[in-house]
């Protein structure tokens, strides 16, 4: 199993490790309910090492990084990134993912852990034809997510980097605990915070300045246990579950982020296609009416026909519902449409409601 | 940890046995395994279990898992403070967590079941 830098300080720390995808991971370290509402309402330290970084660069890199994202990398500048994903030419997801700019010449791509091989092997296959050098950096950055309401105040009197002024998806390089880092306005729980990529070897001595820094505020660690539960609340998609080679772009409810009129990019056609004939069904957010909860694979019926199934679902730490995404037809995805899942022996009643299941106050 | 007056099966539930009658939970070990718990699934009253037979499904945030009962009996209650608190699982396990009453039909089934002592040093070949 693979283990990111940070695992010892994980384990001194007591973290339940669990594997995922080949990696050792700290799936809690002092109960999900507990770290999902800490980052809700203080703050909580993520090792996300685990995902994946592949780097494109090159004088053709914005070509390349435009042919194979349907998002408009050509707005980017250096220290700026998106949201996008790898699409396959019928607009279905290999991955998504963060593109960062670095340099006019420089793109970073952070994957999902799952599909870093499998995005590195699909770039790859269509590189011909682009003046582009791309690398696999997945076992050379460490990442650490810094994420909650009181992120900037744990995290802005440790480096010269202005944070403050810092803007959703905007980046910069700077120093901690005298280490290169590259710091961005991003996240995966719905709040607002930060996450750090370092190539140092001894990133440690980061995570441990941090947690420090913030246990006065509340600071604590997380696992992937309440990463999940974070990310869902914010429906947030989820590569494998949510999103795969079998869903488009359209369908899973992200067509803001297709800009056709960008030019060519893999999946254009398609999703051109889908979107003038309209889309056949959609993700949907839901919430169990009575009582259960609704795990992923459940199955989803409409007039006791089975639909589809549930592609997320958890109980929810901070509203305290049993909610779930699924793909429904496109005549039932209305909010206040009712539909049954099956949960072991009973059919159970869902409703469809408003996404994001939970929206961060504006400050 | 364990007490000394319950029995322990293998699934990790306990159970204490109070002359015909007997509580049913799980054990401190098992609410650590699941973390969290969110929701207890509850058999009927007056269901008639058998030795080992699935009586109800406790699920955490995470993980969903079978509650086994440790010996034949019928349900003569359920705790049905864990519908507003299965919380309490992980609270008080041995406790205010407890899951069923049973009306016990076959002592001698007891004997397959483990003293604190034997389920120590079961949990001990475990977490080895």
Same mark, same amino acid.
């Given at each position: *199993? ?14 339940? *490790? ?6 050792? +991971? ?72 963060? @593109? ?32 582009? *050098? ?31 002024? +810092? ?63 974070? /990310?869902?609340?914010?429906?947030? +998609? ?19 982020? @297709? ?8 999946? /254009? ?78 059919? @159970? ?15 | ?128």
């Amino acid at each position: *199993m693979k283990k990111t830098r940070l695992n010892t300080s994980h384990k001194n720390l007591g973290a339940k *490790m669990i594997e995922f995808f080949g990696w050792e +991971m700290p799936v809690e370290f002092s109960g999900i309910i507990k770290e999902h509402l800490a980052v809700r309402t203080k703050a909580g330290l993520f090792d996300v090492s685990h995902m994946g970084e592949i780097l494109i660069s090159g004088k053709q890199a914005i070509d390349f990084v435009q042919f194979l994202t349907p998002n408009d990398a050509a707005r980017l500048s250096p220290n700026k990134a998106q949201y996008s994903a790898l699409t396959t030419p019928k607009g279905t997801f290999i991955d998504d993912l963060l @593109v960062y700019c670095l340099s006019p010449e420089e793109y970073l791509l952070v994957v999902n852990a799952a599909n870093s091989n499998k995005d590195y092997e699909w770039i790859l296959s269509h590189k011909q034809g682009f003046e582009v *050098m791309v690398k696999n950096k997945s076992d050379d950055y460490t990442q650490i997510a810094l994420q909650g309401p009181n992120a900037l105040k744990i995290l802005q009197p440790l480096t010269e980097i202005n944070l403050e002024e +810092m803007k959703p998806f905007w980046s910069s390089w700077g120093k901690l605990e005298g280490e290169e880092v590259l710091i961005s306005q991003t996240g995966y729980t719905g709040e607002d915070g930060f996450e750090i990529y370092t190539l140092s070897l001894r990133p440690e001595k980061i995570w441990e300045a941090i947690l420090e820094q913030g246990k006065d505020v509340g600071l604590i660690p997380i696992g992937l246990g309440a990463r999940d539960t974070l /990310r869902l609340e914010a429906k947030l +998609m989820l590569y494998g579950n949510d999103i795969n080679e079998t869903t488009t772009v359209l369908e899973a409810g992200l067509g803001w982020l @297709v800009k056709f009129k960008k030019g060519e990019f893999l999946g /254009r056609e398609a999703l051109l296609a889908q979107k003038g004939e309209g889309i056949k069904r959609e993700i949907v957010g839901f919430e169990i009416v009575g009582a259960g909860i609704a795990r992923s694979h459940y199955p989803v019926f409409i007039n006791n026909k089975k639909v589809s199934e549930v592609t997320s679902g958890s109980y929810s730490p901070y509203l305290k519902k049993s909610i779930g995404l699924t793909y429904l037809p496109i005549d039932f995805t209305e909010v206040g449409t009712e539909f049954k899942i099956g949960i072991r022996d009973r059919k @159970v009643s869902a409703r469809v409601v408003p996404t994001p299941f939970y929206k961060r106050s504006e400050k | 940890m364990y007490p000394d007056d319950f029995y322990y099966s293998q699934d990790h539930e306990w159970i204490k046995v109070e002359g015909e009658k007997a509580l049913v939970g799980i054990t401190d070990f098992a609410q650590k395994q699941l973390g969290d718990v969110v929701y207890v699934e509850l058999p009927k009253i007056g269901t008639q279990l058998e030795f080992h037979q699935p009586l109800g499904v406790i699920e955490s945030v995470k993980a969903v898992s079978d509650l086994y009962s440790p010996v034949s009996g019928e349900v003569l209650e359920a705790n049905e403070e864990l519908n507003n608190s299965p919380e309490l699982v992980n609270e008080d396990p041995h406790g205010k967590g407890w899951i069923i009453r049973l009306k016990v039909k076959d002592e001698s089934e007891l004997q397959k079941l483990m003293s604190a002592v034997e389920y120590e040093k079961f949990l001990e070949g475990i977490e080895d």
